[in-house]
């Protein structure tokens, strides 16, 4: 590791010589238009800002519901399967009584 | 930047009551911190404005959630690396890296790095700055940032946290794995040269 450490060091100071860029102003039109696009719509309601600070908090909670109530009644569903003795036929129960 | 002859606070006010001219003033004056971090770890194929853009509207839309308690150059410091470590993620896989996809220049200066201990000559600085980024493109986006931020623009381990939002052991320990992968891949060029 110490090998490779020299040599990286060597690479990212022969690196670090090239001029740092000068520094930039926003190019014509920039601000205004990111200002337009930011704060040109109407305001969002507060009621509608809760509303979607929470939705994805809801969305996970309904998630979590949604497994809880599965994972609940499965075992009812195996019961029941178990206790099944399938469709009714009333053919094949004349055939028999006959 | 001049953060001192900027009332930051007085500027946030004014935007929060929608006020286009605050915030027109706003972006001027966080646009050199912005487009410095976009350029720095600006993702193959992306257009630098269209990434300054991104930056700004998010954080104009995030503005309710800035508390002050940390510097606001930060925390738009924060979305703006973050919004970059996003796209870089969105990218398609770095294809492998090969010895040929290196400019002369770059091929010579690695050689040189690889085989002899000599410093690299000063007018080599940008084919080894050009080599470092391409070396740091086949990193994962957060090793590529942390090590970017270490050693190349040397910022300490504490100024790192603040922008990325990653506690101080996060940071040493993604630079120490990022590291490792770079020696791997140091390794590697190294055997391709040989064979």
Redesign the interface.
């Known amino acids: 590791?110490k090998d490779?450490?020299?040599?990286?060091?060597?690479?990212?100071?022969?690196?670090?010589?090239?001029p740092a860029?000068e520094?930039?102003?926003?190019?014509y039109g920039?601000?205004?238009?990111?200002?337009?696009?930011?704060?040109?719509g109407p305001?969002r309601p507060a009621l509608l800002?809760v509303f979607a600070r929470f939705s994805v908090r809801a969305l996970w909670v309904a998630g979590v519901l949604a497994l809880a109530s599965m994972a609940a009644n499965y075992l009812a569903f195996a019961g029941n399967e178990e206790d099944d003795q399938g469709p009714l036929d009333p053919v094949s129960e004349v055939v028999a009584s006959s | 930047m001049a953060e001192e002859t900027f009332d930051v606070a007085a500027c946030l006010d004014r935007v929060r009551q929608r006020d286009q001219a605050a915030a027109r003033e706003l972006v001027e004056h966080l646009y050199p911190l912005v487009i410095r971090i976009v350029r720095s770890h600006l993702p193959r194929r992306v257009a630098e404005e269209d990434l300054a853009q991104e930056i700004f509207l998010k954080m104009f839309t995030r503005l309710d959630q800035y508390k002050g308690a940390v510097a606001f150059t930060h925390w738009v410091s924060r979305i703006a690396v973050t919004t970059c470590i996003d796209q870089l993620r969105a990218q398609k896989r770095r294809p492998e890296f090969r010895w040929a996809d290196l400019s002369e220049k770059e091929a010579e200066v690695l050689d040189s790095v690889l085989t002899s201990e000599s410093e690299v000559a000063t007018n080599d600085a940008l084919a080894a700055r050009e080599l470092v980024y391409k070396l740091l493109g086949q990193l994962k986006p957060e090793d590529r940032l942390v090590l970017q931020l270490l050693d190349l623009e040397q910022h300490s381990v504490a100024e790192i946290s603040e922008m990325t939002g990653w506690n101080p052991s996060l940071v040493k320990v993604r630079a120490f794995r990022a590291r490792g992968k770079l020696k791997k891949l140091f390794e590697e060029l190294q055997r391709k040269e040989r064979s």
């Open positions: 590791m490779f450490d020299a040599r990286w060091q060597r690479l990212v100071v022969a690196a670090r010589r090239v860029a520094e930039a102003a926003a190019p920039f601000s205004t238009r990111i200002a337009a696009r930011a704060l040109g305001a800002a």
